[in-house]
C-alpha cells in the first residue's frame, strides 16, 4: 500500500472526483519521477481526459491557468494542483511551444509528447505506475533518454537540451549516447530561447544536488556558446580540459549564489563584466549586486595581499590585515564579507591556493566582522540629526563626510561606538578641518 503524505491527499481528492465525474485521471511528471526516487513531493501535476471547461464545472474554485492548452488549476484546501487535458502537440513553430494542440483521450499518447521517459510515467489513486517508455528501468539504471526520437523532442522546444543537463546533473544520470548525440546536433536551437529561460534552468542545476556534473556537461556540450545572446564568460568557449581548478568545490557549497559567485570568481571576472553577464542571463538586481560586491572583496583583498603585504602573513601585525579586512567590509558590506569567506573556505578545504593572506582571513575573518561595533551607518550609536544639533550648522555634504569618518573610527575600534564618545570624536574632526 502507498504511503501519502498532506499534500498527496489533496491531491487524491481530485483524482476522485474526476473519477467520479466518469473521467480518468493520474498524478504525471515530476512528481512520480521523485516519488520513485523517495525524494520530497513539492507539487503534483494531473492529467486527465476530462476537457478543460468539464475540469472547471467540478471543482469549487479553479483558476484559467492555460485553457488555451488545457491545463487548469484546481485549488483543494489552499494547495493548487495543475489538471491538464490528455493532449497531443504539433507545430512547434518557436522551437519552444506548440501553435497546436489536440485534446484526446489517451493517456499514453499523451505521455508519448512529454520530454524524456523518467518524466513520461503516470501513477493512478492507488499508487500503480503507467510507464509504456521504460522511465522506471531507466531511472534504476542511471539513465537519462527522450521519449522516442531525440532530435524530434529537441526541435519540438530547444529549451528540453539545457533540461537534459539539470536532469542528469540533479539525479546523477548518464545521458543516452542517442539523447547525448542529438544535443551536440541541435545546440543551435537554444538561440530560439529566452535568456530568462536559459537562466533559470542553469539555477535550478547549479541548486541540484550535483552542480559540477553539470558544469562539465554544459562545457562538453557547447550549449553556452548557442544562447539567444552572447554571453562574455570564459567558459562560453572552454572545453572541460581547460576548465579553472576549483570547479568541484560547487558540490561542497550549500547556497545556490554561493555556487555562482564561486563559479565567476575562478575565472577572475571583474565585477563590471559580471554585472553585463548578470543582465544579459536576466538576473535580478537583488542577486546581481550580491554577487558583485563579493567579487569587489576578492578584488580587494587580492590588491592587499599582493600591494601592501607582499611577504608571508606571520611577517605582517594581525591588526593590519584585520584592520583592511574590516574597511572592505564597510565599504561591501557584511553579507558580502561572510559569502567571500564561505567560498573560499570552500576552495581552501579543497587545497586551492589563493592571495596569500587568504589562510588568515579564513581563521580570523568572521570573528572580526562579529567583534565589529559597527558594520554600517546604522548601527552607528549616532544619527545626522546629533551631528547638527551640535555643530549648530544647516545641513549639508560635511554631515554624510562626517558619519562615514565616525564610523570607520568606530569599525575599528578607534573610538567608542557610544554617542557622546562619538559627537566628542565629530568636534575633534571639525577642528582638524576634516569634515569641511
Known sequence: MTEWNKLEQKGLTVLEALEAAGHEAFFVGGYVRDKLLGKPVKDIDIATSALPDEVVGLFKKTIPTGLKHGTVTVMQEGEPFEVTTYRTESGYEDFRRPSEVQFISELEEDLR??????????????????????????????????????????????????????????????????TWEAVLLRKELLRHVAMERV???????????HPYRGIKLLLDSGLLTCTKEALNWTYTGMTEEEAPAGLSVLDRLEAPLHRWMLLMLLVSLDPDEARQLMRGLTFSVKDMERIAKVLEISRWVRAHCEAEWPHTVEEVPACSLEDAWKLAVLRYGKEAGLDWLSIE????????????????????????????????????????????????????????????????????????????????????????????
Open 345 to 436: 573556505e570552500g576552495l581552501h578545504s579543497e587545497g586551492i591556493g589563493r592571495a596569500s593572506c587568504v589562510p588568515e582571513l579564513l581563521r580570523h575573518g568572521a570573528g572580526w566582522l562579529q567583534a565589529m561595533p559597527a558594520a554600517g551607518l546604522k548601527e552607528l550609536a549616532l544619527a545626522g540629526q546629533d551631528l547638527i544639533r551640535q555643530a549648530g550648522r544647516p545641513a549639508g555634504p560635511w554631515v554624510s563626510r562626517t558619519m562615514a569618518a565616525l564610523l570607520k573610527l568606530a569599525a575599528l575600534g578607534r573610538v567608542a561606538n557610544v554617542q557622546a564618545d562619538l559627537l566628542a570624536c565629530a568636534a575633534e574632526l571639525e577642528k582638524e578641518g576634516g569634515t569641511q
Open 113 to 178: 509528447r512529454r520530454d524524456f521517459t523518467i518524466n513520461a510515467m503516470a501513477m493512478d489513486r492507488h499508487g500503480l505506475i503507467r510507464d509504456p517508455f521504460g522511465g522506471r528501468d531507466d531511472l534504476q539504471r542511471g539513465v537519462l533518454r527522450c521519449v522516442g526520437q531525440a532530435e524530434d523532442r529537441f526541435q519540438e522546444d530547444a529549451l528540453r537540451m539545457m533540461r537534459c543537463v539539470r536532469f542528469a546533473s540533479t539525479y546523477a544520470l548518464q545521458v543516452d549516447p542517442a
Open 199 to 209: 537562466r533559470v534552468e542553469l539555477d535550478r542545476m547549479l541548486a541540484g544536488g
